[in-house]
Nanobody, 120 residues
Framework: QVQLVESGGDLVQDGGSLRLSCVASGNIFSFDTMGWYRQAPGKQRELVAAITNGGSTNYADSVKGRFTISRDNAKNTLYLQMNSLKPEDTAVYYC??????????????WGQGTQVTVSP
């Protein structure tokens, strides 16, 4: 069984910073692309940032230059460094990890979500 545990969400002021972490555990064969999504009240879940096995990254236009996604495969951990936070960044943030439990099957897993609130 795979478990993703997120941490780092908090209440911060406009312009502040936070670092989110997502730790994967279980009988994992290998990791594939990892990403962070967010969902604000009344809105659809959206991709914030993603990172491939090779380290290639992509970001939503709204966070480019402010957020940085990274991964530490040795620690089974995904990170999201968020700087210059804005009230519109307020949302529940979810990690999404595509991984393999064996060489033949890949599937995505979701974390439980961590709340980020940015006050004006």
């Amino acid at each position: 069984q795979v478990q993703l545990v997120e941490s780092g969400g908090d209440l911060v002021q406009d312009g502040g910073s936070l670092r989110l972490s997502c730790v994967a555990s279980g009988n994992i064969f290998s990791f594939d692309t990892m990403g962070w999504y967010r969902q604000a009240p009344g809105k659809q879940r959206e991709l914030v940032a993603a990172i491939t096995n090779g380290g290639s990254t992509n970001y939503a236009d709204s966070v480019k230059g402010r957020f940085t996604i990274s991964r530490d495969n040795a620690k089974n951990t995904l990170y999201l460094q968020m700087n210059s936070l804005k009230p519109e960044d307020t949302a529940v943030y979810y990690c999404n990890v595509k991984l393999r439990l064996n060489p033949y099957q890949r599937r995505p897993y979701w974390g439980q979500g961590t709340q980020v609130t940015v006050s004006p």
